[in-house]
């Protein structure tokens, strides 16, 4: 018998139906208070902002994307309900958590933070946390934690994305939080042994938790609403931003989509970008009978 059963179908079979559903059923998101902008952008591609403050037209939704953004939803849902029985130990005079807390920050930009802890201290005044749970895969976790190979060890850790700071900073702006928790869970584990020759903890393998300092989150937050809300006036001037967006370090990094291609194959808005050209550009007259 020859091997070619081997080789998987095609999409379109029974396992396709999840992806195929999600697609169907998938619908843009709004804002929290209907805002021109959301915290989950912070340090986004000012393009990409610009057109999604216009409602440009999108490529159709990705089903293995979604399928992954799916993973993410059900994890976060089953993490809160976990956070929820477990803060006490963390917090013992907290007063309570609330999940998914909605906020405005200016009338330009508004979110949902993933949850906000109030903590009642000795003298009798309250401190708020905002929590910010992430999922993402083995590879990007590893690197937060500093997870090394050949010899499995801990050293250099990148510590949790900028986004994910900058997003629970406009959250913790918007709900009066003095502190700020990020919480990253990997959707692979860190194998056993290595873990064992890198004296991690079992719960190690897959999750981590930062306090994030206030003069780290802050500033960040500041600078990054500013660059955002700028990029909005200028929409509003009729005017599409350069390409760029926030690197890692928080610093604004050109993205050249020959050199970044990875942008174009994740953008939703990458034949308009394409049409549109680099550069700071009129808004095109298509996009602005859109926005009327
Ligand atoms: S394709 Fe890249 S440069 Fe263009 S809007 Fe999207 S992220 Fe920005």
Known sequence: MSDEWKYPQRAGGLASALLEKLERENKPKPTAF????????????????????????????????????????????????????????????????????????????????????????????????????????????????????????????????????????????????????????????????????????DHDRVCAEWFIPREVWEPLADKELARQTEILRGVEEGFLPDRIALDDHGNEEARDTERHPLCLNYCDFRDQCLDDGPGIVAVPVSLTKKEQ
């Not at 059900?74 to 005079?93: G, R, S």
């Not at 905002?130 to 083995?138: D, H, R």
């Open 34 to 201: 209907g805002t021109p902008l959301r915290y989950s952008s912070f340090g986004e591609c000012g393009r990409k902002v610009a057109y999604s403050v216009l409602g440009a037209p999108q490529r159709p939704a990705s089903g293995a994307g979604l399928y992954v953004m799916q993973i993410g939803t059900i994890l976060h849902e089953v993490i809160q309900q976990a956070i929820n029985w477990k803060i006490t130990q963390i917090w013992p005079h907290n007063t309570g958590v609330e999940f998914e807390v909605a906020s405005k920050l200016t009338d330009d930009i508004s979110g949902s933070a993933d949850g906000i802890v109030t903590v009642e201290l000795a003298d009798g005044t309250k401190k708020r946390i905002s929590l910010e749970i992430k999922t993402m895969g083995g590879v990007k976790f590893k690197q937060q934690i500093g997870f090394k190979d050949r010899p499995a060890r801990i050293v250099e850790p990148k510590g949790p994305a900028i986004s994910a700071i900058g997003q629970a900073g406009w959250n913790a702006l918007g709900n009066d939080c003095e502190e700020v928790v990020v919480m990253s869970f990997a959707l692979e584990a860190i194998s056993v042994g290595k873990a064992i020759e890198a004296g991690l903890h």
